[in-house]
């Protein structure tokens, strides 16, 4: 199991809007039980995807700014940032197979 890396608000610009792989980023919270049920999975598809997309995450309590320019309400809450732009956007605890089918969509058109 790989370690999905935190990213700080002062890294966000770099690691995540000018990336050149797409991101799939965990906006989550130490306090959250499903955000930490969630990890072991993140994790999974971070090393079964490396090198094709990036796998991150965002504790909302220490980057607030970041959660609120993105309209964070809960948590978790995924946005897949491609090029700069927000592809896709889902809540909630998710399914490793549904990640994954997003993140297999993001890697088919990257191509």
Known sequence: ???????????????????????????????????????????DLALEYEGQVRVVKIDIDAAPGIADAYGIASVPTFLLIRGGEVAARFSGAQTRSKIAAILDTAVEQRA
């Not at 966000?12 to 969630?38: N, R, T």
């Open 1 to 43: 199991m790989t370690e999905v890396k935190e990213v700080s608000e002062s890294l966000f610009q770099g690691e995540i809007m000018e990336s050149k792989l797409p991101v799939l980023v965990d906006f989550y919270a130490q306090w959250c039980g499903p955000c930490k049920a969630m990890a072991p999975a993140l994790a």
